[in-house]
């Protein structure tokens, strides 16, 4: 709770801190007149009964022995205690405290899952992390379990059993107070006895619902292996497991109610017993009985939710718990104290003894030396899975060297702003993604300040306007899943004219290990070589034709540069590069 409780408290708004003053009041006020309207029932009936009955002062026409004063304060009461009186209020208030809180954790939380490296983003999946942020923001209701439910159950216990103490004496606060604590006993057992099978129908949930979703959408192969009649009877099986599983709990909610209404009974007719061989006479037993019974009632429906409210609470603070270390969770890639701005002049990219691992014990990179001249063209080429990628990544600053440095323009990259190095950066990914949104939108994420008019001209270098133009709402199609579907060598080009859009000094472009559609290429090439021209262009590729016209080739094998020199003087030496120029 200590974790949450910044976020329930609105440091930078009054309206909302005189907020807890508010629902503190109504609480209040509400537990006063948890007391105050048994007690007035318990009066009118004396008086009513001290005038020897209604009938009678009725038959007489004896309106002066009505009560109407108590009568209207007690109505007075019920009203304000009713669900349109107080609480609606307080519901109200805690309404606009709750909203705020929840805003609060989940902006913290989404702020912090994107201020993490690709280290964490690596090893999880997105859908894993929002499922323990809405699973922690439940933690929420624990707040309000507590405050509405717990504590003023607590806190008029203890009024009550002060009342019945002062009215009945000790004895009847102490028989009461047996009976509420066996009630809270059994039913805390009983609870605890219902968590187990409440697990197993969980549990046999999932599995129906696994099991209908995977027989349905791997129908292709059911029918190919004729496994239709197989499937089926694996759900059937599955759908029997889990209504089980549900009389099975169903049984244990039963046996709670007979023997919460049981014990509840048993403390209603005890006590009013007792009042009725106390010795005490006439309209004063009448009077003592309402009052008992009206405690006992205001009681019984809050009793009844006690424990299951504890037990939520408990669930609800182990699923914050997931939610705590995710927000505990450091950035291994930070901006240094006072991190400087990038100053870009000619854009050299330089690595040195830069060695780099993922996980630990595999090293990807071992002492990497290269220098990407200023304004031209550098190819890195290698082997699947000799470190291409991860060494634009690095660039990028979305790991940081295990050892080495990277500098750009001298400058070490771990010491400039994330910020202005990523500005400076564009990158066709190896493998770029789409987020929901319409193509201009998608287009636009790559600068704030992007117009139409920049990305109409970057799709036409990338040969796609008249493709988008052709669409029916054109660039204002919705792609993305479940929208217009583009082909991978498509989404290429839109991460291409992202790149054109942004207008960076330094290009990093990650080229596909598949083939893609020569001609295509072809005809978009040259856009692309007008485009780079005079910038640091450093290109990750398998295909060796697009990297002929690099001023300088590295060859990279297992992590490490093997060989370095240009297309005519890689091959004149006959080593990697020439091999897989031959295989080609
Ligand atoms: N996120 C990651 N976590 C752990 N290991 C990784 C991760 N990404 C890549 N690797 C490993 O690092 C090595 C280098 O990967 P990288 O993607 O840089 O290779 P690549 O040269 O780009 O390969 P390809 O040509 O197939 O794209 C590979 O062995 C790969 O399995
Ligand atoms: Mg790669």
Request: net charge positive; charged share 20%; proline share 3%.
């Amino acid at each position: 709770y200590k974790f949450f409780l910044p976020f329930f408290w609105p440091k930078k708004n009054r309206l909302l801190q005189l907020s807890y003053l508010g629902v503190g009041l109504c609480l209040l006020a509400e537990r006063v007149l948890n007391m105050l309207i048994p007690l007035q029932l318990g009066r009118i009936v004396s008086l009513l009964s001290q005038s020897n009955g209604i009938k009678k002062e009725y038959s007489d026409k004896n309106t002066e022995a009505i009560p109407n004063r108590e009568l209207l304060i007690i109505a007075g009461l019920q009203f304000l205690c009713s669900s349109g009186g107080i609480p609606v209020a307080r519901k109200y208030l805690w309404l606009l405290l709750e909203n705020s809180s929840y805003i609060g954790i989940s902006t913290a939380a989404f702020e912090k899952i994107m201020s993490l490296s690709g280290d964490f983003h690596d090893g999880r999946h997105p859908d894993k992390s929002w499922e323990s942020i809405n699973r922690g923001l439940s933690v929420r209701y624990s707040f309000r379990t507590i405050l509405f439910q717990i504590l003023p159950l607590i806190i008029d216990l203890l009024l009550d059993m002060s009342m019945l103490c002062i009215i009945f004496g000790a004895n009847m606060a102490l028989i009461t107070a047996a009976v509420i604590a066996t009630f809270l006993w059994s039913s805390w057992k009983i609870l605890s006895l219902r968590q187990e099978r409440k697990k197993k129908l969980i549990a046999d949930q999932e599995k129906e619902q696994s099991i209908l979703r995977e027989s349905t959408s791997n129908w292709r192969t059911a029918v190919c292996f004729n496994r239709a009649s197989y499937e089926r009877s694996q759900y059937r099986s599955a759908l029997m497991n889990k209504t089980n599983a549900s009389v099975s709990l169903c049984k244990y909610i039963y046996l709670e109610s007979v023997i919460q209404s049981s014990l509840l009974i048993a403390g209603v007719m005890g006590t009013c017993f007792l009042v009725l061989c106390s010795g005490t006479q006439g309209d004063q037993t009448v009077g003592g009985l309402v009052v008992l019974l009206g405690y006992w009632a205001q009681l019984a429906g809050p009793l009844r939710f006690f424990a299951s409210g504890l037990q939520n609470v408990r669930f609800e603070l182990i699923n914050a718990e997931e939610l705590i270390s995710l927000m505990k969770e450091a950035p291994s890639v930070v901006d240094v104290l006072h991190a400087m701005p990038l100053m870009l002049e000619e854009g050299v990219v330089r690595f040195r003894d830069v060695s780099f691992s993922y996980d630990g014990p595999r090293r990807v990179l071992h002492r990497l030396n290269f220098k990407a001249v200023g304004g031209s063209k550098t190819a890195i080429v290698g082997e699947a899975g000799a470190g291409k990628s991860t060494i634009l990544q690095l660039i990028l600053r979305l790991y940081d060297s295990t050892d080495g440095k990277i500098t750009i323009d001298g400058q070490n990259i771990r010491e400039v702003t994330q910020e202005s190095l990523r500005a400076n950066i564009g990158i066709v990914p190896q493998n770029p993604t789409l987020s929901h949104g319409t193509i201009l939108e998608n287009i636009k994420q790559a600068s704030a300040f992007a117009t139409d008019e920049q990305v109409y001209e970057a799709c036409k270098a990338v040969a796609l306007h008249d493709r988008f133009l052709a669409l029916a709402d054109g660039y204002q199609s919705l792609v993305g899943e479940g929208e217009v579907d583009l082909s991978q060598e498509e989404l290429r080009r839109i991460a291409f004219a992202r790149v054109i859009v942004k207008n960076p000094k330094i290009v990093l472009l990650d080229e596909p290990k598949r083939e893609i559609e020569r001609k295509a290429e072809e005809s978009i090439q040259a856009n692309l070589d007008k485009f780079c021209a005079g910038r640091t262009t450093i290109v990750v590729s398998h295909q060796l034709s697009t990297v002929t016209n690099a001023q300088k080739i590295f060859v990279v094998r297992n992590g490490k540069i093997v060989e370095h020199g240009s297309h005519n003087l890689l091959l004149k030496t006959g080593g990697h590069y020439s091999q897989m120029w031959s295989q080609q």
